[in-house]
């Protein structure tokens, strides 16, 4: 069974920078997709970046310019780094991998992680 789990969450004021980790483990996950989706209060899970098993990424409009996902095979680990934050970034952040994931979408995703919260605030 894979698991994914999320750190580096917190509080933050707008303008602030966080950097989110996800380790997966259970599995051979490396040449998967995996992203990053988040859920606001009150509204649904949506994607915010993915990286495919083909090396290409997608981000959400609002993100573009200000996040940016990468991965370190070496460390397993994939990452999520936030710039220039804005309040309406809040929200819980959700690592996600599935062999063929590559698009901004929850359904392309078959593992989850538990999800970190983000807050920003004015």
């Known amino acids: 069974v894979v698991q994914l789990q999320e750190s580096g969450g917190g509080s933050v004021q707008a303008g602030g920078s966080l950097r989110l980790s996800c380790v997966p483990s259970?599995?051979?996950?490396?040449?998967?997709?995996m992203g990053w989706f988040r859920q606001a209060p009150g509204k649904e899970r949506e994607g915010v970046a993915v990286?495919?098993?083909?090396?290409?990424?997608a981000y959400a409009d609002h993100v573009k310019g200000r996040f940016t996902i990468s991965r370190d095979n070496a460390k397993k680990t994939l990452y999520l780094q936030m710039n220039s934050l804005k309040p309406e970034d809040t929200g819980m952040y959700y690592c996600?991998?599935?062999?063929?994931?590559?698009?901004?979408?929850?359904?392309?995703?078959?593992?989850w992680g538990q999800g970190i919260q983000v807050t920003v605030s004015s």
């Open positions: 990286s495919a098993s083909d090396g290409s990424t």
């Open positions: 259970g599995g051979r996950i490396g040449s998967w997709g």
């Open positions: 996600a991998a599935d062999p063929l994931g590559c698009r901004l979408l929850v359904e392309d995703f078959i593992y």
